[in-house]
C-alpha cells in the first residue's frame, strides 16, 4: 500500500493505459464481432467452422500468441491490442449468434409476416432482443480482456502489468500488491456496471 | 372478383417424400370468413404462410384480387395481409402501442395518423386506451391475443390470414374472443382465413369451412352442408354428425334462412332472430307446432325457418 500512496501518480498513468488499451481493443473486437455474429445466426454452415477458428485461437496461451506476433507488429501497443481482439472475438461472436438465434420462433416469423425486411428485422425486432444477451457477453469479454491486459506489459504496451512483471523481477511486493489491486479494482468497477446495463437491458421490457 | 385465388397450389419440403399442400384449388370472396379445418399436420398451416409467402410454392398459384403474389415482393404483400398466430409473436422489447403500429410505421403513415389509429384499435378490441404504454407480458394471454388482433388490422388491410389465434387461450376466453371476432367481422368485413383444428370453432365462426386433409381438400362448404351433407367419413367423424344437436347449437338461424315473405298462416307467430341458434329455434318450432317461424329483427321480416326445410337437412344424415 506504501508504493500505491507514495507512486500515485505514476500507477495513475500506468491505469490509464490498462483502461485505454481495455477499451480501444473492445471497441474494435465488438466492432468486428457484430456483423460477424448476425451473419453466422443467419448462415448456419458457417457457424460450426468460424466458432471453430475462434474456438482455437482462443485456447492459444495469451502470452504465446503475443510474442508469436512480436516479429510481425514489433513491441508495444500493437501486438498487445491485436491479441485483445483476437481473444474477444468467441466470446463476443458467440453472444451476438446464441442472442439473436435465441429469439422465440414466433416473434421471428410475425415480423417477416408484418412485412419487416432483413434490415428492418435485425435493427427493430433481433439485436433489440439479443442485447441483454450480448451485453452479458461484453461483460465476460471486458472481464477477461482486463486481466489479458495485464500480461501485455510483457511486450512493453505498458499498463498496470508494468508493476507486476517490474515487482517480480525486482522482488518489489509493494508494487505486485500495488497492481494487483489496481488491476482488482479495475475489474470490479466494469464488473458492477455491466450487471448494471444487463438489469437495464432486460427492464426495459416493462416490470413483471 | 374473387379475393383469394388458388390454383392447383402445391408444396413439398426439401427432403420430404409426401407433399404438405398437394394441388390445392379454392377461392375465396370478398368479405368472406372461411376456417381452414383439419386434424394437426394436415398442412393448415402450410397453406397459410402460401397466401403471405412465409412458404413459397413448389408448384401453382395463388392470385389476389386478380393479382400473382409473385408478381410483387414479398414484403410489400404481407404489408396488405394481417397475420395473427397462437403464440402472438408480439414484440417483448415493444410498447402496445409500439406493437399495434408496426405495419402503419413501415408503410410511412404519418404520426398523427398512427396515433388516432392505435386509440381506435384498442375501443375495437374491447381493451382500454391505458394499455398504450404496457408491454405485452404485462397483459393476460387473452389481452395479448387482442393486442395480436389489434396489430394484425392495424393498415386496414382486406385480408387476413389467422393461425390458432385463440388455440392457446381458456375455453371461456377463446368464446368471447370469438364472438368478439364475430362482431368485428361483422363492422368491417375482412376477408379471413383462420386456421383451427376446433370443430366447434370453425362451425361458430365460418361462413364457410374448408376440410383438409393430408395436404388435400375434402370438401369446401357451409358449416351446415358440411354437417348435413358431409363428403365422406372422414368429414362425417370428423364434425361428429352424432353430435348434430350440440352443432345445431353453435349455428344461427341466418344459415338456414329461407329469404323471402313468410306464408301467412305463421306471419303472426313470434319471430326468432338471425343470430338465434338453431336448436333453440327447433326447440320452438317444435314447441309451436307450426310449419315455420318468421326470421327478423325490430319486427322486420327476412325471412322464415321452415321446419321441412330443418327436417330435411337433418333427415339426410
Ligand atoms: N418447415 C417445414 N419443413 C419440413 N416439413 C414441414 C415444415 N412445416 C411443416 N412441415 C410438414 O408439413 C406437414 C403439414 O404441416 P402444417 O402445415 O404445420 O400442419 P397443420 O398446421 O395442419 O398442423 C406436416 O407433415 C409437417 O411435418
Ligand atoms: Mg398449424
Known sequence: MRYLIANWPYVGE?????????????????????????????????????????????????????????????????????????????????????????IEPAIIEAAKG????????????????????????????????????????????????????DGVRSSNSEKIIAGAISVSLLAVAANILFRRAEIWATRSRGPT | MSMIVAERLTKQFPGESRMAVAQVSFQVEPGELV????????????LLKLVNRLYEPSAGTLLIEGVDVRSM??????????????????????????????????????RQRIEARIDELLDLVGLPRSYRRRYPRQLSGGEQQRIGLARALAADPAIMLMDEPFGALDALTRTRLQDELLAIQRQLRKTILFVTHDVEE???????????????????????????????????????????????????VAMALTPGTPPASIA????????DDLRTALVRLLATKAEGLPVGSNGQAQGWLSLAVLRQMLGEI
Request: glycine share 8%; proline share 6%.
Open chain 1, 114 to 165: 408484418m412485412g419487416m425486411n432483413s434490415w428492418q428485422r435485425l435493427l427493430r425486432v433481433e439485436l433489440p432482443l439479443a442485447l441483454p444477451v450480448m451485453i452479458a457477453g461484453l461483460r465476460v469479454a471486458t472481464l477477461s480482456t482486463i486481466a489479458i491486459a495485464t500480461v501485455a506489459a510483457f511486450v512493453n504496451a505498458g499498463g498496470l502489468g508494468t508493476l507486476l512483471f
Open chain 2, 73 to 110: 415482393p414479398a414484403t410489400a404483400l404481407r404489408r396488405r395481409i394481417g397475420y395473427a398466430i397462437q403464440q402472438t409473436g408480439l414484440f417483448p422489447h415493444l410498447r402496445i402501442e409500439q406493437n399495434i403500429a408496426v405495419v402503419p410505421r413501415l408503410l410511412g403513415w404519418e
Open chain 2, 268 to 275: 303472426n307467430l313470434p319471430p326468432l332472430a338471425p343470430q
Open chain 2, 202 to 252: 370453425a362451425l361458430r365462426l365460418a361462413d364457410r369451412i374448408i376440410v383438409m386433409r393430408e395436404g388435400r381438400i375434402v370438401q369446401f362448404d357451409t358449416p351446415l352442408n358440411l354437417l348435413t351433407r358431409p363428403h365422406d367419413a372422414f368429414v362425417r367423424q370428423l364434425t361428429g354428425a352424432d353430435d348434430l344437436l350440440r352443432h345445431l347449437s353453435l349455428m344461427t
Open chain 1, 14 to 102: 500506468l491505469f490509464l493505459e490498462h483502461l485505454w488499451l481495455t477499451l480501444s481493443a473492445l471497441l474494435i473486437a465488438t466492432a468486428i464481432a457484430l456483423p460477424v455474429g448476425v451473419i453466422l445466426s443467419r448462415v448456419a454452415w458457417l457457424r460450426t467452422p468460424v466458432l471453430g477458428i475462434l474456438g482455437i485461437i482462443y485456447t492459444i496461451p495469451s502470452l504465446s500468441l503475443l510474442v508469436l506476433l512480436i516479429p510481425f507488429l514489433r513491441l508495444g501497443y500493437r501486438p498487445a491490442l491485436v491479441t485483445l481482439i483476437a481473444y474477444a472475438q468467441l466470446v463476443l461472436v458467440r453472444s451476438v449468434v446464441v442472442g439473436i438465434n435465441g
Open chain 2, 35 to 46: 376456417v381452414l379445418l383439419g386434424p394437426s399436420g394436415c398442412g393448415k398451416t402450410t
